[in-house]
T-cell receptor, first 110, second 112 residues
Framework: DVKVTQSSRYLVKRTGEKVFLECVQDMDHENMFWYRQDPGLGLRLIYFSYDVKMKEKGDIPEGYSVSREKKERFSLILESASTNQTSMYLC?????????FGPGTRLTVT | GENVEQHPSTLSVQEGDSAVIKCTYSDSASNYFPWYKQELGKRPQLIIDIRSNVGEKKDQRIAVTLNKTAKHFSLHITETQPEDSAVYFCAASIGGNNDMRFGAGTRLTVKP
């Protein structure tokens, strides 16, 4: 079974804090993704990565950055958290046939 | 880039009825169209997908149809059951699971 894990299920941070969300997959997948999920907006792609140290912007990269130093780990970074970044964040990795999602991190920025 | 629109946003049906969810996409180069089901509090999971070289695919009570000319695809669930209640997302991509764009989701409620 493919396993995608995320470092936290729930996270509360203050405005202006630097926030790290981590994602780890155990299937040696090259492709990894970060989405945010908001009611009525579905899953919106923030960043994705095709390989170690490679990253591509998705549709809503503003206010975020990513890091992929190792193949199995893909980190999402909020440089200075803002209240409009309160959301559910989903990580995924993929093989040619399917994207496998992590359990999600519900981030609240106060 | 690709833009995927999904309708309706909510759908309520009686157990045993059929449910249809429709999506349109903008990029004619898209060739892979998966559907994901997300139960309350759980992660999205792939339930069925279709590639552009076929017009229809069926898996038990679930079927997906694709009209490449009109750039729309649909999910059909027959004989709905309460456990089909979930949020369903359509998606479109060029070249498989890379660079996928999702619709806004449909919350399906099946009433017993």
């Amino acid at each position: 079974d493919v396993k995608v894990t995320q470092s936290s299920r729930y996270l509360v941070k203050r405005t202006g804090e630097k926030v790290f969300l981590e994602c780890v997959q155990d299937m040696d997948h090259e492709n990894m993704f970060w989405y945010r999920q908001d009611p009525g907006l579905g899953l919106r792609l923030i960043y994705f990565s095709y390989d170690v140290k490679m990253k591509e912007k998705g549709d809503i990269p503003e206010g975020y950055s990513v890091s992929r130093e190792k193949k199995e780990r893909f980190s999402l970074i909020l440089e200075s958290a803002s209240t409009n970044q309160t959301s559910m964040y989903l990580c995924a990795s993929s093989d040619p046939y399917e994207q496998y999602f992590g359990p999600g991190t519900r981030l609240t920025v106060t | 880039g690709e833009n995927v629109e999904q309708h309706p946003s909510t759908l309520s049906v009686q157990e045993g009825d059929s449910a249809v969810i429709k999506c349109t996409y903008s990029d004619s180069a898209s060739n892979y169209f998966p559907w994901y089901k997300q139960e309350l509090g759980k992660r999205p999971q792939l339930i069925i997908d279709i590639r552009s070289n076929v017009g229809e695919k069926k898996d038990q009570r679930i079927a997906v149809t694709l009209n490449k000319t009109a750039k729309h695809f649909s999910l059909h669930i027959t004989e709905t059951q309460p456990e089909d209640s979930a949020v369903y997302f359509c998606a479109a991509s060029i070249g498989g699971n890379n660079d996928m764009r999702f619709g806004a989701g449909t919350r399906l409620t099946v009433k017993p």
